[in-house]
């Protein structure tokens, strides 16, 4: 639904319906102008602690989110023949609901967070079905993964592996000892999984906000111990979201 330079669209949960955002409206406006920039507006939230989408003070819009946006714009651009515009993106309820998410505890503050990489619904973590368990114990050589970020970059660090999206279901992994297997991602969801407490008497509220801060903090090492102990023969490579290596064992 737009026009005149203004339009509205509304989130779908797809599988998710239970999800807080399904359902909620977007709203665009656009004006033209001599370059083209992106204005955050009611209901986006912004980041107040390290670890998440976006630098502090910023709004919470992921970069990949980011880029498909001026992807859209730019397309947009093209189709109405102008040199620029500026947009202002808003969530009408956007503060309305981030209060019933963690995004207060985790260090957003005002609205919700952007997100994404594909701007497609994915049941993620429906992929641990029985066919996608026996591939990963049948594989020669296999690296189990996460989510797309961590899939994406096991493909390029492991090319001779078979790379596997597992999602949150880490405690239904088994490999065989004789496998060349490597479970890889980024820290939060694995050392969360293998060591619950993480957090506690740390201060942090997200891993990944310890991790940015305090990359040699022993919470870490003892998490990540307590995930080799469960996969003692699967090497277990932690990945910062540039694909280098943050932490391995």
Not at 94 to 103: F, I, M, P, S, V
Not at 207 to 228: F, I, N, S, W
Request: net charge negative; hydrophobic share 40%.
């Amino acid at each position: 639904q737009g026009h005149d330079g203004w339009c509205r669209a509304v989130k779908d949960g797809g599988d998710h319906q239970f999800d807080i955002t399904h359902g909620l409206e977007i709203e665009a406006r656009a004006r033209a102008a001599p370059e083209t920039g992106m204005v955050p507006g009611p209901g986006i939230g912004v980041v107040a602690r390290g670890g998440l989408c976006a630098a502090r003070g910023k709004p919470a819009i992921s970069r990949s989110a980011r880029e498909q946006i001026r992807e859209a714009m730019e397309e947009g651009l093209k189709e109405a023949g102008l040199e620029g515009a500026v947009v202002e993106l808003c969530i009408p309820r956007g503060l309305e609901a981030a209060r019933q998410t963690l995004n207060p505890r985790v260090g957003v503050h005002e609205g919700l967070s952007v997100l994404g990489s594909t701007g497609f619904v994915e049941p993620w973590n429906e992929h641990m079905g029985q066919d996608v368990a026996q591939g990963l114990v049948d594989a020669e050589r296999v690296v189990a993964t996460t989510g797309r970020v961590g899939l994406r970059f096991s493909r390029i660090l492991f090319p001779r592996h078979q790379a596997v999206l597992v999602g949150s279901h880490l405690d239904r992994l088994h490999f065989r000892a004789e496998q060349d297997s490597v479970l890889c991602g980024l820290p939060g969801l694995i050392l969360k999984w293998a060591l619950p407490e993480v957090l506690e008497g740390t201060g942090y509220a997200t891993v990944a906000e310890m991790a940015e801060r305090e990359p040699d903090h022993p919470a870490l090492a003892r998490a990540l111990e307590r995930a080799k102990r469960a996969l003692p023969h699967t090497r277990i490579v932690l990945i910062n979201r540039d694909g280098s290596i943050f932490m391995e064992a």
